[in-house]
Structure formats: structure tokens, C-alpha cells
């Protein structure tokens, strides 16, 4: 693509190899790229407060390649990856009379890029479909990897499907707009994926990523680098990628038991804490790595202890998907960049969240 060199490549190896782009403004670049893949008619999939940013920027690169489109809004948040909204989806391509080889863009976070993957994925049994994620979360986590899910009235992503997308267009420049809050639950798992993957990368993040942070280049493609090589080896999460789940057991917990007034990162911020000092007292670890956890958690103007009792952690993350009879697999820490799956029973469980919520590391 001879216009755009400021850009590096991750390659994607599942079923179809895809290509995550990673670079600063890319997003009016975006005409040439989805030109360049073939597609001449687009729908686009975004959030009333992504779009108010950017529309502009995006339909005139979207004019320049002489790309059709139509684009369907929805309000931003969470409580838009509902079954209403999916339909709402799926009507608005039959009516606009999209075929399976035009494209879904899914212009957003998390939640656009879930959504509007479900229903690329189910529309006349699969469509086409890109992601521009604009969120740092949706950069170094969901927009990579395949899951799109829909929330149901009984739980978040009990409806969904693995659909991995054409291609991901990550534009970095576009997080400079983004509230604060939201960014950190990006930074979340950007510290997640280090402690999974890389000593230098953690040691990194001690000093505080912002916005507009000229490492965020480096950092994203660390991270979308070590789950492309997890999401290769097990696609459908049955096992090694479990291990991306560091934290977030105790996370949910602490998602559901504040009625999600804690959003999703900083709730996992507080899980891998408590996961760090458990690997502390399982002797895993030693005090200083432990320390060293939570501080850059804190560092990072993250959470890093609640005031839900163990009891509670315990009750609400035995209802999560991830107990099988009366077991539940956990992810410890053995190092920086050495974490392990462990089943144990739920009554060791118990114990366990209860010395890591009492473990001392002064
Ligand atoms: N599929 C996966 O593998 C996977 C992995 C992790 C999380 N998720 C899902 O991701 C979702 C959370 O994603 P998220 O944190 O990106 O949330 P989000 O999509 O709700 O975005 C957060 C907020 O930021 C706004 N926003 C987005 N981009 C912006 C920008 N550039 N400038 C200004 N505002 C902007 C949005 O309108 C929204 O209000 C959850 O639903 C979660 O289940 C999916
Ligand atoms: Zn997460």
C-alpha cells in the first residue's frame, strides 16, 4: 500500500491468517486499506460517541476509495450488546441488502467490536468483516483472537460465536480522545499481558502509560503479538488460552458484586493482585515479584484491594462459566512471564481467595 508506511504488522495464524495493523492515523486511511482487501460496500457498526468524534474523518477516507456505505448507531455502554440490538443488525443489513462478501466494520471498543462481530458472524451464516478498534482495550485485547459475544438477561457473553475478522486496522492516535476510565481498564490488560509474557515489558510499565505515550506502539504489539501466538495454538479456548484469563476470576466476581459500577479492568487490576499475593503465599513467587505486581498496578493509578468479604468472591466466581463439577481452574503466577493453569476444588478455592485477601507483603 503505497501511501501508508507508518505502520507495523502483526500476523494472526488461525484458520485464515489475518494481518492486525498498528500504527497513528490510520483511521483516514481506512478507504485505502478496505480498497486495497477488495471491499467496495461497507457496513458500518459504531457508538453514538466514537462516531460524533470521527465521523468526519472516516467518510472522507471511506469517499476518496469510492467506498459505498451505511452506517447503524448505537448508544455506547455495555447495555448495547443486547439480543435487540443484534436483531436491530441483522435487519439493517437484509434491509440495505448486504451479500456475504461486503464488509462489517466494526468502528469501536469492546463492545461495538463484540457486537457487531455476532452479527457479522450469523448474517447469511458469515459475512465479511474488519475491525478499527478504538479503545486501548479493544486494541491489545478484543479486537484480536475472534470472540464476539452478546449479553443475555442472564449473564454477559452467554450468546456468541469465533469469528475471526479479515483484517484489524488499530489506530493508536484515536485513544487520545478517550475518558480516562476507560483507558485504564485498557492499561489493565496491558499490565495482564506482561506478566504473562515479558519481564521487559512489565519492568516497562512502571512508568505510568498515558494517551498519548509514544511506547503505546511497542506495548500494543507486544501484547496483540503474545495472544495471536496463544489464539493460534488454541482458538477455541480450551485450554492454553485460558491462560489470558489471569485475574479476571476474581475480577468477575468483583464486576458482578458492584452491580458493574467497577468496570472490567479495574476489577481485573484487583484480581491479579489478589492472584499475585496467593502465588506469594503457595510460595510461587517471591514477596518482591508479589510487591512488584501491585505496585505497578498502583502506579498506574489502578485499584489494587476491595472491601467485598472472601465469602463473596468466592459465592459469585463459583457461578462463572469457568467450574466444571466441583473444580475450578485458576491461574497462578510462577514469574514474571511464567503463569500456569491449576484445577483445584472449590472448597481449596475458598481457602485460597481467602489467604490472598489476608496476605500481608509489608
Ligand atoms: N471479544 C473479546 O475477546 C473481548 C475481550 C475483552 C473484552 N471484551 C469486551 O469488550 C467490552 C469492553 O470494551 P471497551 O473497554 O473498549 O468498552 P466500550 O466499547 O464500552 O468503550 C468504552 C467507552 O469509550 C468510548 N469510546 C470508545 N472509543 C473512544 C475514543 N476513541 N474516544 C472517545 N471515546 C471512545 C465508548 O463510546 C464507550 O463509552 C466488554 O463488553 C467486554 O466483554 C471482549
Ligand atoms: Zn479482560
Known sequence: MKNID???EVAVNTGDEYKVMIGNDLLNKTGEILSA???????????????????????KSLKC?????EVLIFLHG????????????????????????DALLAFGGGVIGDLGGFISATYQRGMQFVQLPTTLLAGVDSSVGGKTAINLKQGKNLLGAFKQPKKVICDLSLYKTMDKKYFLDGVAETIK????????????????????????????????EYKAKIVALDEQDNDIRRLLNLGHTIGHSIEKLSNYSITHGFAVAIGICY?????????????????????????NDLPISTN??????????????????????????????????KKISLLKWKQYIKSAMEANLD
Open 308 to 341: 467485598f468479604t472472601p465469602e463473596e468472591i468466592f459465592q459469585n466466581s463459583i457461578l462463572d462459566k469457568k467450574c466444571e463439577d466441583d473444580t475450578i481452574t485458576v491461574i497462578l503466577i510462577q514469574d514474571i512471564s511464567s503463569c500456569v493453569l
Open 193 to 224: 499481558y506482561s506478566i504473562l509474557s515479558s519481564k521487559e515489558m512489565f519492568y516497562e510499565l512502571f512508568s505510568p502509560i498515558k494517551q498519548d505515550d509514544l511506547r503505546l506502539e511497542y506495548l500494543v504489539k507486544r501484547c496483540v
Open 78 to 101: 455495555e447495555n448495547s450488546k443486547s439480543v435487540q440490538n443484534y436483531l436491530k443488525g441483522i435487519d439493517f443489513l437484509a434491509e440495505n441488502n448486504y451479500r456475504r462478501s
Open 6 to 8: 507508518d505502520f507495523i
Open 65 to 69: 476509495s469510492n467506498i459505498h456505505y
Open 37 to 59: 482487501l477488495g471491499f467496495k460496500k461497507i457496513a458500518i457498526i459504531t457508538d453514538n460517541k466514537v462516531w460524533s468524534i470521527y465521523k468526519e474523518e472516516l467518510a
Open 275 to 299: 492472584i499475585a499475593k496467593l502465588s506469594y503465599v503457595l510460595n510461587l513467587i517471591t514477596k518482591e515479584t508479589a510487591k512488584d505486581i501491585v505496585n505497578c498496578i498502583e502506579t
